[in-house]
């Protein structure tokens, strides 16, 4: 059995999440037999790891550090294996401009949008533009930070009185935000683990909730359904996609590739892909992976092992 | 509010680093060690083993004689029989929701109101209607007309919970007139009220104004007292006296949640009023407090924009700060975070979405020298915002960068980066004085 230090929390929005998945994946790990270390990721990393050397790190990081590469970049320099993506790829998932254009590309749907810094409409007046762009977007637009997990700052503009406030709630998360058109239809999530999609989860908000992230940020307002309804042409079509996604960004272990399905026309969009996505009790992974019949411990064992064996 | 994306936010405002302006904490740390040695020796000498013993479920009687003392010197008489000691004043809220809320039922509360107490309200399943207030406390004539329409629905509220004196997080107090209207509407429509009042002794300038439950003499208000604002949070003691009936079944709901308040710290508080002058450490606290508040005040003058409006409060541990209205303090938080410093997002304090805008800061926990740095830095965040929503809607001009010509420091590189929280070296940010 291995020595595996779990790697959570740190100073991410997304922090609590991280403990979570990170207290999940720890118990899994002893069941399994393992050592486990667990690190609450802070200005010590580099000597804790030094000192507990471990055979392999687990990274149950969401958002910031944990999520983007960095922690990654760490692990790299101290010759440590460590589960989910590599460097390079966690940099492409993390910022939603840098994939969308890898997607576009390579010919993949990903819906239109439109990406400024700050300093655009600071320095280079950006705001200039923001009609032109809601004429080719159309309302709704869906305003969102470059590079902010979960559904923190993301906002719909219905009008372009709208797009100024979602602009300045976007802003507080990232230098980096994106205008994007709104597809209208049905939210799946695709989860892969190796090179495997696992069964499709639908996310389903209650009807009147429809154009409230918060509302269905909330545990309870939002259900989902797994494997998702779908007919098998779509679900072959969707996890050919995700799978094509996956690659495309260069992802490894596992990742959750986040869709849309157009209601008018049917076309699949590939919404975001999330390098690091959570392990709760309540997360998509974890439910994907039970529809397959992998079980917790299994889906967290044969992580560690293609962490440990990579291809 | 119930939303995990803001108590995600919250999780990280508890690290080392972070200037929090969000907590609603006393300063503990002026009390003075030798005493507490002093009084916790003379209680094991004397009273070992009724202070490691089980206490009445309604107190004992020694500390209920502190608490009419208490009482008696804000201008409220009781008779210490009809006092209820329980573990901390938020013990009397959830007391109350269990004895009188059944689901569905309407609970009247301030707008906004004590973001502690909302997911008590919620837990009871309450339907909390929120009423607006100005400078002069809870808009009672808005209150007669939300009762009115209530009594239309055939919805009769179980009580109404106000915080008269220096309101959390409001900051403002209820007037001499309103106070008499109130405890007039609650009489001509039979309704409780629930007087929470922590922080009325900590007053730091002003007339004192009476209780409502020195004007009502306990007929249809409940009164909830703590020692926490004047004595300690840590002794987890608070009280309440109420109407019979209603203070019966509070008692009885005692029983079923905790038995009694630990008679440790009973003992505690009785050996402290008979030892020590708690009017003097009471006003060493006010002066201290009172510091901090004009402290906070002169850096909220200094620092936010004109944009920004914010209550004056006479007393208590909290300012409440509005921003225009396309600023979103639940969003913003996340931008301070990232410049280290943390603040309640007003939205915390409505069941209803409102306080989008505004956010709650406290003065009392922090030191002078926090209070002026976390001021500057949400001030510089919130000048961004400003500036950035003039760009964007070709209005207003950007917010003009002072730093230079006020001689404040650059902000620090490391911050720049939004979201991202590089530990502090410095371990002792007090020491700090930028």
Not at chain 2, 389 to 412: H, I, K, N, Q
Request: glycine residues 8%.
């Amino acid at each position: 059995m291995s020595r595996v230090a779990v790697l959570k929390g740190g100073g991410s929005l997304e922090r609590q999440v991280s403990l979570r998945s990170g207290a999940r994946v720890e118990d899994a790990l002893q069941r399994l037999g393992h050592d486990v270390v667990a690190i609450d990721v802070g200005g010590d990393l580099v000597a804790r790891l030094r000192r507990d050397a471990p055979d392999v790190a687990f990274v149950a990081m969401h958002g910031r550090d944990g999520e983007d590469g960095t922690v990654q970049e760490l692990l790299e320099i101290l010759g440590i294996p460590y589960t989910a993506s590599g460097v390079s790829a966690c940099m492409r998932c993390a910022d939603k401009v840098l994939s969308k254009h890898a997607m576009y590309d390579a010919g993949i749907a990903t819906p239109d949008f439109y990406s400024f810094t700050e300093t655009a409409f600071k320095e280079l007046g950006a705001a200039e533009a923001l009609g032109d762009i809601e004429e080719r977007l159309e309302f709704p637009i869906v305003v969102k930070p470059a590079d902010q997990g979960s559904a923190l700052g993301v906002r719909f503009a219905r009008s372009a009185a709208d797009v100024p406030p979602a602009l300045v709630a976007a802003f507080s998360y990232s230098h980096k935000v994106l205008l994007e058109r709104h597809v209208h239809g049905r939210e799946l999530a695709v989860s892969i683990l190796g090179d495997e999609p696992l069964p499709i989860v639908e996310a389903v908000p209650r009807e009147e909730d429809f154009y409230d992230f918060s509302a269905r940020y909330t545990i309870g307002r939002t259900s989902f359904v797994c494997p998702a309804q779908l007919g098998d042409a779509v679900t072959d079509a969707a996890q050919a996609l995700a799978l094509d996604v996956f690659r495309l960004l260069g992802c490894r272990g596992f990742a959750r590739v986040d869709l849309m399905l157009e209601e008018e026309t049917g076309q699949l969009f590939v919404l975001e892909v999330n390098a690091i996505p959570g392990l709760t009790e309540t997360s998509l992974l974890p439910q994907a992976a039970d529809a397959a019949g992998i079980g917790f411990d299994e889906l967290i064992g044969r992580i560690v092992e293609m962490a440990l064996q990579p291809a | 509010m119930k939303s995990s994306a803001m108590r995600d936010l919250m999780a990280i405002t508890e690290r080392p680093e972070v200037i929090s302006l969000a907590g609603g904490l006393p300063d503990t740390s002026t009390f003075p060690a030798e005493s507490l040695a002093a009084l916790t020796a003379k209680m094991a000498a004397t009273g070992a083993a009724r202070a490691l013993q089980y206490a009445p479920t309604e107190g004992m009687a020694a500390a209920k004689a502190c608490i009419a003392e208490v009482m008696a010197y804000e201008g409220t008489p009781v008779d210490p029989e009809d006092v209820l000691v329980t573990t901390g004043g938020q013990q009397v809220i959830d007391l109350v929701c269990k004895t009188l809320v059944d689901p569905g039922d309407v609970v009247v509360a301030e707008a906004p109101t004590y973001p502690g107490a909302v997911p008590t309200f919620m837990s009871y399943q309450a339907d909390v209607v929120q009423i607006a207030m100005d400078d002069d406390g809870m808009r009672v004539d808005e209150l007669e007309a939300t009762l009115d329409r209530l009594d239309t629905e055939g919805r009769r509220p179980k009580f109404i919970y106000t915080i008269p004196s220096f309101q959390n997080p409001a900051g403002v107090t209820l007037s001499l007139p309103r106070r008499k209207r109130l405890v007039e509407v609650a009489r001509e429509r039979e309704l409780l009220v629930l007087e929470d009042n922590p922080y009325g002794l900590l007053r730091y300038e002003g007339e004192p104004l009476p209780t409502l439950h020195s004007l009502d003499h306990g007929e249809f208000v409940i009164y909830l007292g703590t020692f926490s604002k004047i004595l300690s949070p840590g002794i987890r003691l608070g009280w309440t006296t109420a109407p019979a009936p209603v203070l019966e079944k509070m008692n009885l709901g005692k029983q079923g949640a905790d038995l009694c308040s630990p008679a440790f710290s009973q003992m505690f508080v009785a050996s402290y009023f008979e030892h020590d002058r708690w009017q003097d450490y009471l006003e060493s606290l006010k002066d201290l407090y009172r510091r901090r508040r004009d402290t906070m005040l002169d850096a909220l003058a200094e620092h936010f924009p004109r944009e920004a409006s914010w209550t004056r409060p006479q007393g208590g541990l909290f300012i409440w700060a509005t921003l225009p209205e396309y600023i979103d303090t639940t969003d913003l938080l996340a931008r301070a975070l990232s410049h280290n410093v943390a603040f309640v997002p007003g939205r915390a304090a409505y069941l209803d979405g409102r306080g989008g805008s505004s956010m709650r800061l406290n003065f009392s926990g922090v030191s002078d020298d926090d209070i002026r740095e976390g001021i500057r830095r949400i001030g510089d965040v919130v000048r961004e915002q400003v500036g950035l929503y003039g760009t964007l809607t070709g209005g207003a001009a950007p917010a003009p960068r002072e730093a230079s010509a006020t001689g404040r420091p650059e902000p620090d590189p490391d911050l720049a980066d939004v979201l991202h929280l590089p530990p502090r070296t410095a371990p002792d940010r007090r020491t700090d004085a930028r």
